[in-house]
């Protein structure tokens, strides 16, 4: 299980990781890991690079935190896991719609995550920072999942997103 021991983050995200309806993510698989362990690492991540690039590092944690937070869906239905990959952002929104209180930011976060396969923009830099990391982190837990052998190290994350996002 991934642990997080700065404070400042776990209090940014307190009231979202104590929420019944979150914590069913614990039981449900992403990528090989639970979808609760993969929305924290995406959040993680996220806000360590955004406040390292000084941008509103708290949206990125909170709308990173809930960038997959739907609960409906028969997870161990291929065909059913595959077509909700073109419409759990929305399904995302609402649910943490209902569950939270959001800012512009965190929504256009959770929307467009899925950008260019799910049709919302990103229009902040955070959006972008997130969808990146999630890209990113993903593939890595799909490789691992798999055991494909990959030879990129992922721990150079931070440098791949901040190239990225220099040069754009």
């Known amino acids: 299980m991934f642990v997080i021991k700065n404070k400042e983050y776990k209090?940014?995200?307190?009231?979202i990781l104590r929420n019944k309806e979150f914590k069913k993510l614990y039981n449900i698989e992403h990528h090989g890991?639970?979808?609760?362990?993969?929305?924290?690492?995406i959040s993680y991540y996220s806000y360590i690079i955004a406040k390292k690039l000084k941008l509103d590092y708290k949206s990125v944690c909170r709308g990173g935190?809930?960038?997959d937070f739907y609960l409906d869906g028969d997870e161990r239905n291929a065909k059913r896991k595959f077509f909700d990959t073109f419409?759990?952002?929305k399904k995302s929104l609402i649910t943490s719609n209902i569950n939270f209180n959001?800012?512009?930011i965190e929504k256009n976060i959770?929307?467009?995550?899925m950008f260019p396969i799910y049709p919302a923009l990103p229009k902040y830099k955070e959006s972008i920072l997130v969808n990146i990391v999630d890209k990113v982190l993903g593939l890595k837990e799909m490789i691992l999942?798999?055991?494909?052998?990959?030879?990129?190290?992922?721990?150079?994350?931070?440098?791949l997103t901040l190239l990225f996002l220099i040069n754009n």
């Open 33 to 41: 890991i639970s979808r609760y362990e993969h929305l924290v690492k």
């Open 102 to 104: 959001l800012n512009n």
């Open 145 to 159: 999942e798999y055991h494909y052998k990959f030879k990129y190290n992922f721990n150079y994350l931070y440098v």
């Open 110 to 113: 959770i929307i467009s995550h």
């Open 65 to 67: 935190i809930l960038h």
């Open 87 to 89: 419409i759990h952002p």
């Open 11 to 15: 209090k940014i995200v307190k009231d």
